[in-house]
């Protein structure tokens, strides 16, 4: 018997009016692609995702015939370094430390160690030349974006960097926030996996190696920025006190302030540019009153063959952790209203195995005694933390110990001074902004203002008045999100002093809402991977409020989930 498709008598097909149909069929398409377009806006805004693309491409009309004078030659500045030899015929990094001109400066560190006597026991520290930098041999924690960047700029960057001890692993598995498991995405999609470990003493030198070997039209000079001299709306020339004492003058078609924690940029233009005064709130800072310290001990072979037999569970339930393929083992971050005990560990490199241990208005432990102490005043911490503590044993007098302190934050508002500001001065890295290292954001700090500057290059004559104040304002939609989620998150802490005109409470709802947001997470993936997003920089930070994230928040303050 054939199939009768023909449509019962009493089944009609309801008349509408043709207008009806058509609009829908066009408002439906409409929608989804004015969705794509709003959310490519976002991520072209709010992130450098979409510059990272270009990186190390040459420029279609050819590089600058000027000069790229880059003050100060850490992170900020070798990262910026890199991007400006594709830009300008010459880049001139100005740097005011004689060691990192050795042979040494760019190879693998051979540093020895001294004793020190502290407040609460004797310790051994590493004994390393990099005097300028104050937290050259603490743990430094990278984002996705310094892998994504240094692969862009450097060709064959994996292999490199593993052949000088650095690890290339997933992110933390196992962290946990106030005893909430922060679960890894199930699903990432096309959103890029995978951050560089190792120690801020190995990167420099091999960043360092690696943009002397590859961009031969950046030069180094020993010396210091002493001042800048102004033609018009222009720095046309950077003022350099060399080694014997003497002075030279640098002609430059831009200028960028990568100086750090000097921030001498905005000290030079100011004696040139009083009216800089008159900006309110052109320089923010509040102090964290947050102190760390960093464990460091060799990772021998009878210690990760223990560490394997451990059979570590993973904080979101899915199976054992990899010892060996995950450099992240576990991963604490406190609620300052209930905790104030920072602990992290992983390994720093191949060869070795680190703690980090730390807080607000904390103790600096030194020891493994002292660590292990420590970790038993944290709040959620698993037993086999401490059966870790076991495994270095055998090697606890090896360990080194570095201690640090962090009194003040800043945000220097270049954005806010773009009619008065030299239109070829850019800054970026510590010299614009400082957050509290406890939470790892540096040198990616430093990536985003390299290859922002980068994307704006490639938009904007270099000779053009916009040049400085589109970088400035780029990097604050891209940056401000760093300063205000930090700032906020630490004012939850009472020993925290809060900027001019704020007090702890400012930031309420941030907090809030992350304490409602944390137990979701195992419930919602979609929530899980924009947190990693987020994190690692990969995401507008729009998208925390997307419908199934409020959805999930809307649910835990209607049926709270059981505290830990």
Known sequence: MPLDLSFPDNLRVPDVEPRIVAAVALVVPSYIVARKLLRRYLVSKYTIVTDLDSIATPRKKGKH????????????????????????????????????????????????????????????????????????????????????????????????????????????????????????????????????????????????????????????????????????????????????????????????????????????????????????????????????????????????EGLRALNIPRLDGRGPLDTDKEAAFFVYNPDPEIDFHFIALIRSNSDHIVFCMGGWDSDLPVTLDEARAFTKEAKFIPDWVFKIFDLLEPVADQAVAVQSRTSACWKIRFENAGKILPRNFVSMGDATMRVNPRFGQGVNKSVIGAVTLDGVLRRIPVNSKSLGPTFFNRLAARTNNIWDSSKHADYGHPSVTPAAGETNQTGWFARWFRSKLLPSLSRNDTAALTLYELTHFLAPPTDIFSPSILASVLREIVWPSPKP
Do not use: M
Not at 122 to 134: D, F, L
């Open 65 to 304: 015939a000027g000069t790229a004078v880059i003050c100060g030659g850490s992170f900020a500045g070798l990262f910026t370094a890199r991007v400006c030899a594709d830009h300008f015929e010459r880049v001139i990094v100005v740097e005011p430390e004689a060691w990192t001109f050795t042979d040494e400066a760019k190879a693998l560190p051979a540093f020895s160690t001294r004793e020190v006597k502290g407040d609460t026991a004797v310790y051994n520290t590493i004994a390393h030349k990099r005097s300028r930098i104050y937290q050259y041999t603490a743990i430094h924690v990278y984002q996705a974006p310094l892998l994504l960047f240094a692969r862009k700029a450097f060709a064959g960057f994996d292999a490199i960097a593993r052949s000088w001890g650095f690890l290339i692993a997933p992110s933390a598995k196992n962290v946990s926030f106030s005893g909430y498991a922060v679960p890894e995405p199930k699903r990432f999609g096309t959103t890029p996996q995978g951050a560089l470990f190792g120690p801020r003493r190995d990167l420099e030198p091999l960043t360092r190696k690696l943009l002397s070997d590859t961009c031969p039209n950046v030069e180094f000079l020993y010396g210091t920025v002493d001042g800048f001299q102004l033609n018009k709306n222009a720095v046309e020339a950077v003022t350099v006190r060399l080694a014997d004492g003497s002075a030279t003058s640098l002609e430059c078609a831009i200028v960028a302030d990568c100086t750090g924690v000097s921030s001498l940029g905005l000290k030079l233009l100011s004696r040139l540019l009083p009216s800089l005064g008159n900006i309110p709130n052109l320089r923010e800072e509040y102090n964290p009153n947050t102190a760390y310290s960093t464990l460091e001990f060799p990772a021998t072979p009878k210690f990760n």
